[in-house]
Every structure is written in structure tokens, then in C-alpha cells.
């Protein structure tokens, strides 16, 4: 596997009023991360083809879900990429991606959702079946196999025959990106705008959380959940209440986190996506509140940053993606099969 090194740096500019770190540990930056999909590579032929979304398959393959060029498959061994002109994919813009039962579900951009079962594709879209909108922000699965999808004022419900729709109150605030995740007792959540929300019995909970515009969210083990937030930075709810966690001025790390990723043992892998400045991958242990961090030279700073989306996988090895490509790490080794 060739591999391509490259370091990131984080800065710090946020404080917070509710802060549940007292004496938070810093630990000397983790190592570099191996860069496999360079910014010179596939990605590259689409100026606009940032990344959307990462996804992990039961085989351990690493979907890549890009905006303008379709979707990258790495199998650990070489790149496969879908196009609506190599393939079923019903357009280049793809915003999210399901792995549920030897199929993949990919949520467009602008021509609603496409299904690939490894052979065959199907296509679904608001001129040929009750799927309301073109533009899916966010797909999940609950644990009957039913495939929820969320645009701009919908949430959609799909059995593989039948979609259903439920309007959602433009109050709630969910603009593109929205987020929905289904936790281990299958119930529906769902970020935005304004906070998050859980979806039980038909109706829109609402928390009530300080929490922000919410880009992104993972439930640990415990069912707490930990919320990406670019103006909260990090915050973590337990069911009752939201706390936010902030490291020691002393490191200068940069919390505008727009995406986060859960590994086995609950290590909290945080995104910084600050234009302003180079990229973050950023680890956080909640059991000693202790920090680690990547950090660059100067002189790959400015194409270092935008870490827009990671997925831990079942290695606990973590993907990450940023305007440099994609990269994976793992402080004891990657271990890839």
C-alpha cells in the first residue's frame, strides 16, 4: 500500500460557560496519518468533488461519498469509482450512504436514492414513487430494516415497497446538513439547526439543549451522545443534560468540529473544520478527560484543513477525510483486511 504522510495543526478560540473539565490531560501530538486517496487523485478531477460522507461496510470496504464525483469504493486494495455514466448511481452528487444486508443506499444530492445490491441497481425519485423530495441530507436504518431519509421538511420512511412521509415543522430548523442516527433501542434522532430531536409515537421531541447548529452526532456505549457542533464545539448529552468539554488553553486546539466518530473503546475522534486555519483530528477520552491532537509545519497548513467526515471501522482504525484526501489512523498500527 503506498502510503502518503502528512501532519495536521489545531487552534483554540473557543471557551465555554458550562465546562466539566477541571484539570483536563494533554498528551503530545499523535503520530501522522497515512494519507491513501491523495487531493491529487481521484478527488481531484471534480474541483467541487469534496467529501460527504464516510461509510464502512460489513466487509470492511470504505465507501466514499463525494460531491460532484460519484461514489470511491476502497476494498484495502485498489479504488473503484460509480458515476451515473459507469454505473446505476442516479447522480454524481451524493450526500450519505447505508450498508444494511448486502445492499448500499445512496442518498442524492438532486435525484433522490439509489439502491445497489452488488449487481443490480433500482432508483427512486419523486416522479416515480412517493419519495417527496430529490435532495436526501441524511439516511439510517432501524432494526427492522426500515430506511429513514430526511430532506429540508420530510421525514421518510421506506420498507423497500412503500414510502412514507411526516412533515417536518420548518421551526425544528433542519437545513442541509441534517443529521439522523437510529440508537440501539431503535429509537430516531435527528440534528439541525436548532439542537437535536428524537422522533417517537409521531411526534418531534424537542430537548431543549443550548447545544447550536448540530453538524454531526455518535452514540457511545452508554447511549450518550456526543454532538459536533462548529459554534459548542464539543458537548456530550446524557438524556438530561448537555456538557460541553473544552481542553487547556495551553494547546491552542481549534473546536470548530463539524463531524465525530465513536471507536470500541468509546475514544471520541472529533473533525475541526476551520477554513481559517489547517485541519484537526482530534481524540478525546471521556474516562480522564484526556486530550490528543495531530499538528502540521506551516508549510502544508493551508492544504491540511476542511476535515468534513469520519467513520471508525470495525478495526477501531479511523477514517477521516479533509481537502488533502482521505487518510486513515490508529495509534498502535492500522490493521486492514
Not at 437535536?196 to 447511549?223: A, H, R, V
Not at 465513536?262 to 486530550?291: R, T
Amino acid at each position: 500500500m503506498r502510503l502518503l504522510q502528512l501532519t495536521l495543526i489545531l487552534l483554540l478560540t473557543l471557551a465555554f460557560a458550562c465546562n466539566k473539565n477541571d484539570d483536563p490531560i494533554i498528551e503530545d501530538p499523535i503520530q501522522e496519518p497515512d494519507y491513501l486517496l491523495p487531493r491529487s487523485g481521484l478527488l481531484e478531477t471534480n474541483p467541487h468533488g469534496s467529501v460527504n460522507e464516510i461509510e464502512c461496510d460489513d466487509q470492511n470496504n470504505v465507501w466514499i461519498c463525494t460531491n460532484g464525483n460519484g461514489v470511491v469504493k476502497y476494498s484495502g486494495l485498489d479504488y473503484q469509482t460509480y458515476t451515473n455514466l459507469n454505473s446505476g448511481l442516479a447522480s454524481n452528487k451524493v450526500n450519505c450512504i447505508v450498508s444494511h444486508a448486502n445492499k448500499l443506499y445512496f442518498g442524492t444530492g438532486d435525484n433522490g436514492l439509489s439502491i445497489f445490491d452488488g449487481a443490480n441497481w433500482e432508483h427512486y425519485n419523486r416522479y416515480n414513487s412517493e419519495l417527496p423530495k430529490d435532495e436526501i441530507f441524511d439516511m439510517a436504518m432501524d432494526q427492522s430494516g426500515t430506511l429513514w431519509l430526511v430532506s429540508y421538511d420530510n421525514l421518510t420512511s421506506f420498507d423497500g415497497t412503500e414510502f412514507i412521509s411526516t412533515r417536518i415543522d420548518l421551526e425544528i430548523g433542519l437545513s442541509h446538513p441534517a443529521v439522523i442516527k437510529v440508537d440501539k433501542n431503535n429509537e430516531i434522532w435527528l440534528g439541525g439547526n436548532q439542537g437535536f430531536f428524537k422522533y417517537s409515537n409521531q411526534t418531534f421531541n424537542d430537548f431543549d439543549q443550548p447545544i447550536g447548529s448540530l453538524f454531526d452526532f455518535d452514540f457511545d456505549s452508554n447511549e450518550n451522545i456526543w454532538l459536533a457542533s462548529p459554534a459548542y464545539g464539543l458537548q456530550m448529552f446524557n438524556g438530561d443534560t448537555t456538557y460541553r468539554y473544552t481542553p487547556p488553553d495551553s494547546i491552542n486546539l481549534d473546536l470548530t468540529i463539524f463531524t465525530v466518530a465513536i471507536d470500541s473503546e468509546d475514544n471520541i475522534w472529533c473533525g475541526s473544520s476551520n477554513s481559517s486555519y489547517s485541519g484537526a483530528l482530534i481524540k478525546f477520552v471521556p474516562s480522564s478527560e484526556q486530550w490528543s491532537y495531530l499538528k502540521s509545519p506551516s508549510n502544508v497548513a493551508e492544504q491540511a484543513y476542511n476535515v468534513t467526515s469520519m467513520a471508525a471501522d470495525k478495526y477501531d482504525n479511523i477514517w477521516a477525510s479533509s481537502l488533502r484526501g482521505l487518510c486513515i489512523y490508529k495509534e498502535d498500527g492500522v490493521t486492514y483486511n
